[in-house]
């Protein structure tokens, strides 16, 4: 099973990115769907999540600012992310939970500047 996050980038105070997440191998009945990120010294942390027919929860840092959503039959989430803040600098990890275990991706750089 791989995970693969795209769409990280460099982008100024107030810009947007889009994280794709593509979720490809033998995996099976994904129950929920997120991203984390990881700032340097910092831990990872949770920044949404969206299980099957359910409503998408967030970190109170981004509410109001990312969306995230899912495309089912294509195993691929997303987190659009507008209006960064400098402080939304981090490595963005895309996470599963399915019924065959939990995966991780291998991690986007966003960074903000200010």
């Known amino acids: 099973v791989q995970l693969q996050a795209s769409g990280g980038g460099l982008v100024q105070a107030g810009g947007s990115l889009r994280l794709s997440c593509a979720a490809s191998?033998?995996?099976?009945?994904?129950?929920?769907m997120g991203w984390y990120h990881q700032a340097p010294g910092k831990q990872r942390e949770l920044v949404s999540s969206?299980?099957?027919?359910?409503?998408?929860n967030y970190a109170d840092s981004v509410k109001g600012r990312f969306t995230i959503s899912r495309d089912n039959a294509k195993n691929t989430w997303y987190l659009e992310m507008n209006g960064l803040k400098p402080e939304d600098t981090a490595v963005y990890y895309c996470?599963?939970?399915?019924?065959?275990?939990?995966?991780w991706g291998q991690g986007t750089q966003v960074t903000v500047s200010s």
């Open positions: 191998g033998s995996i099976f009945n994904i129950i929920v």
């Open positions: 996470n599963t939970r399915a019924l065959t275990g939990v995966y």
């Open positions: 969206i299980a099957k027919n359910s409503s998408p």
